[in-house]
């Protein structure tokens, strides 16, 4: 290993760049051979980051001590080496890019914290951030004097839904390689003005009043260097890091935001979503890391928003910098699964386990240099596409593959497996698997992050106690005789896992469902009449049951389009809150599917033949985002921290209040 300053730290760059090539081609154990021939800040940083990736999407415990424990490192490496001198001219104040290497550290660090969707998780995550905004308030200020504009595109046909200086991802994603990179001298982005300037935040402290830069200025007649990797660096890593710290902060549940109000943070997620594409547009390494954040938040919002104010632009965008990053890296298990959640968002689900099953082959052949992980996240994709499809065994087979593949809480995926194997008829298998359960709660090295279980095992420690109760009180020998409605499709209402089934699917769930007695009271056009009026058996004993099943119809007649019924039946979910003692999260996820309900309806109408006069279509819109509003206070309201997944729920809220702002100024720009 070499010694920090012994090589040229260009060099070095280009050294820890190429390790990165190796983990986004999947060639995890060569990317971390090549970050440990080097302890130069940029490799103590790369490899932290690559133990980070490996956390992250593991969800183990052990790992993400080990890259908080890299990451502190790579901290302090970083701000040893900032100031000191680069022996080379440059547009940037020497040793910025360690205070980018180091703004990097910081803000890894609040996110490890925040994979734990607690709330205290997220409350360490927002210490670190309030640790890294100073940081990046510095580096915004430096390297965008003038602001964001000046680097990006104007899409090509942006529609009414998002602001004009938007990029067009399709543009940018193909300017990812260096070929088609396009040029910009100092000069002609300074003098741009920022029509963002002072809109957010960061905005409001680095507008100065003046437009002049606060990089060095190069004598007159001096030539100014092209950018070389330093400065890519610099400039990438610092849109990076400003859309990341931005778009995390304005992606915490509100409540924690509300608690460090006082801090002066405020997000602008547009501004933010505009930074990653800045980064995006770059060669630098960093560019990597901004389209992977811009398609795992695109595929955030296609899922569990509920409701997008303009859909086709968000695939659109998502589609463009996923087949670009995939180009570069084709053997990359995240770029494979970011084309199989498209194909899944579009509705396409048999394309979707195709390219999950194919991407997972190379695995098997070279499975020394497989980045198991990312191979996990494509085995966790398939098992919930093949539930959407209620290919239950299929699916029950890749949730216990997962206990093979991270120690992620086994809890959880046996539970959600013998969801499955009741589904098929396969009692045994369900009980040998639910006896299974309890021993693996909380087990050490298993779903702990930050000392405390992941949420689903506290909601599945409370549904065992449940099943347990009702089977005490009806005499059963085994718990699985007194299930009647699947653990796996229930625990799937958090991953809003029915609301791009086929219709066949919902038609199927609604039989399935609404047989079970006592017989549903609301009716519609998939529900069969009764065939006699008397049972011999109660299926659904308990106001809990009776909810969930009524959520779940709810949700799937929402599939298909039977919006009378699906208020109905959501309706009746809400006002069974009161009753129900177990699933106290009904409440709010039933106020929160009524709001979506609402917005669907009049998108609905928006694009049928018969679609009202403009003035009229405006004026429902408006009143149905302001009646969705209302809801999602409710929903809030019912989810204090108590509640199960209840930071899940809150985070869905937040995402469904910014695409009903987008909407609403849609309307207001399309206003004659």
Known sequence: MSSVGSKDPVEQLQAATKA?????????????????????????????????????????????????????????????????????????????????????????????????????????????????????????????????????????????????????????????????????????????PSARKGSSFFGRLTSSGSSTPTTPIFPEGTPLPPDGPIEDLIVCGTAFGYGLFNLVFSLLPKKIQSLVGFLGFKHDRNLALQALAVSAAKKDVHSVFAGLVLMTYRGIVLLLSGYQ???????????????????????????????????????????????????????????????????????????????????????????????????????????????CYFSTGNKDKAQELLDAVPALMGKKGQGKVGGKPPPTEMLIMKKLEFYEGKAKKLGAKQIVDCIVISPAEEIGIFWNNHARISPETAEAHILEWSALTPSVTIQSQYIPPESSSSYNQVDLATPDELAIRSLLLGLVHRSLSDFEASRKFLDDAAERHD??????????????????????????????????????????????????????????GLAPNSVDLSSRLDSRITMLRDEIETKRRMLAESKP
Request: charged content about 20%.
């Open 579 to 636: 009753k129900v003692e177990t699933s106290t999260w009904v409440g709010g996820v039933a106020w929160f599917e009524l709001a979506v309900l609402d917005l669907k309806e009049v998108e609905a109408i928006e694009r049928s033949s018969s679609r009202p006069e403009p003035a009229a279509l405006r004026s429902q819109w408006l009143q149905a985002l302001k009646i969705a509003n209302e809801k999602l206070d409710k929903a809030l």
């Open 309 to 419: 104010a303009d859909e086709t632009y968000i695939l659109r965008q998502y589609t463009a910098i996923v087949d670009s990053v995939h180009a570069r890296y084709p053997n990359g298990s995240l770029w494979i699964l970011n084309q199989a959640k498209i194909k899944r968002m579009s509705g396409d689900l048999e394309g979707a386990i195709k390219v999950l099953t194919e991407g997972l082959e190379p695995s098997k052949k070279v499975e020394s240099k497989a980045f198991r992980q990312a191979d996990t996240m494509l085995v966790f994709e398939l098992a919930w596409t093949y539930l959407s499809r209620r290919q239950y065994q299929e699916a029950a087979e890749m949730f216990i593959r997962m206990t093979e593949l991270n120690n992620w809480s086994h809890a959880t995926y046996y539970f959600l497996a013998a969801g």
């Open 20 to 192: 990165f090539d190796f983990l986004f081609d999947n060639d995890v154990v060569q990317a971390k051979v090549a970050f440990a021939a080097d302890d130069s800040p940029f490799h103590l940083v790369g490899m932290a980051a690559c133990v980070f990736l490996e956390a992250a999407l593991g969800m183990e415990s052990a790992q993400m001590a080990e890259a908080s424990k890299l990451l502190a490192q790579a901290e302090m490496a970083s701000k040893k080496q900032a100031g000191k001198a680069r022996n080379s001219l440059s547009r940037f104040p020497e040793g910025l890019e360690m205070e980018v290497l180091n703004a990097d550290a910081v803000v890894l660090l609040g996110i490890t914290s925040a994979l734990s969707e607690s709330y205290l998780g997220y409350l360490q995550c927002l210490y670190s951030l309030n640790n890294a905004h100073s940081k990046f308030t510095k580096l915004y200020k430096t390297v965008f004097p003038n602001g964001l504009d000046g680097y990006t595109t104007p899409a090509a046909s942006p529609g009414p839904s998002r602001k004009p200086s938007q990029p067009d991802l399709r543009e940018v994603a193909s300017a990812i390689k260096p070929s088609l990179r396009p040029k910009a001298s100092m000069s002609s982005i300074s003098s741009i």
